[in-house]
Antibody
Framework: QVQLVQSRGEVKKPGASVKVSCKAS????????LNWVRQAPGQGLEWMGW????????HYEPKFQGRVTMTTDTSTSTAYMELTSLRSDDTAIYYC????????????????WGQGTLVTVSS | SSELTQPPSVSVSPGQTARITCSGD??????TYWYQQKSGQAPVLVIY???KRPSGIPARFSGSTSETMATLTISGAQVEDEADYYC?????????FGGGTKLTVL
């Protein structure tokens, strides 16, 4: 069965960076794009960006451009999302999620989600 | 970029029909997707491409669209359907979630 298992939660100080991992299993990793979505406490869902797991090309929501980097390691079927210059309002649960259709050249809605990684930014 | 508007809350009694709406100018051009998110859990896709149900989603969940409004209908809502529901659309330049609707079933 399809599974996306994310790294454990982290506590970071303002100005630091965080790198969240998302390990895929149960399907061919390179066949489906990967999205990153975050959810601040008590708030809604916010899309951060998408990576083409075949070409490793990434697209970022303009709000995060310059602070976020999405990468993949196809040898381990793992995607990564790094966010730099953290602020208190980056405190959120970060989710990875698979495109619901394979071989897409652009981002798609998510069919399978990781369990989420809580990133807390606090001095 | 596109915006999607949902009512903050909907409340029904068990067995009643719950309808959650999502409005936006882009809806006539793009498919609508619906997610259910129970407290403390990751979202789950319940409707894709306006009206299709993924395997494992109960038949009481259905979706429809009409011009600039999409509707998620839960026929005979059950206590376990209590959750936040989000609509979502994507296009070549954006990926948008609605603000979410809290469904209370009691």
């Amino acid at each position: 069965q399809v599974q996306l298992v994310q790294s454990r939660g982290e506590v970071k100080k303002p100005g630091a960076s965080v790198k969240v991992s998302c390990k895929a299993s149960g399907y061919t990793f390179r066949n489906y794009g990967l999205n990153w979505v975050r959810q601040a406490p008590g708030q809604g869902l916010e899309w951060m960006g998408w990576i083409n797991t075949h070409s490793a090309n990434a697209h970022y929501e303009p709000k995060f451009q310059g602070r976020v980097t999405m990468t993949t390691d196809t040898s381990t079927s793992t995607a990564y999302m790094e966010l730099t210059s953290l602020r208190s309002d980056d405190t959120a649960i970060y989710y990875c999620g698979r495109d619901y259709l394979r071989d897409s050249s652009s981002w798609l809605p998510i069919d399978y989600w990781g369990q989420g990684t809580l990133v807390t930014v606090s001095s | 970029s596109s915006e999607l508007t949902q009512p903050p809350s909907v409340s029904v009694s068990p067995g009643q029909t719950a309808r959650i709406t999502c409005s936006g100018d882009a809806l006539p051009k793009e498919y609508t997707y619906w997610y259910q998110q129970k407290s403390g859990q990751a979202p789950v896709l319940v409707i894709y491409e306006d009206s299709k149900r993924p395997s494992g989603i109960p038949a009481r969940f259905s979706g429809s669209t009409s011009e600039t409004m999409a509707t998620l209908t839960i026929s005979g809502a059950q206590v376990e359907d209590e959750a936040d529901y989000y609509c979502c659309i994507t296009d070549s330049s954006s990926y948008v979630f609605g603000g979410g609707t809290k469904l209370t079933v009691l």
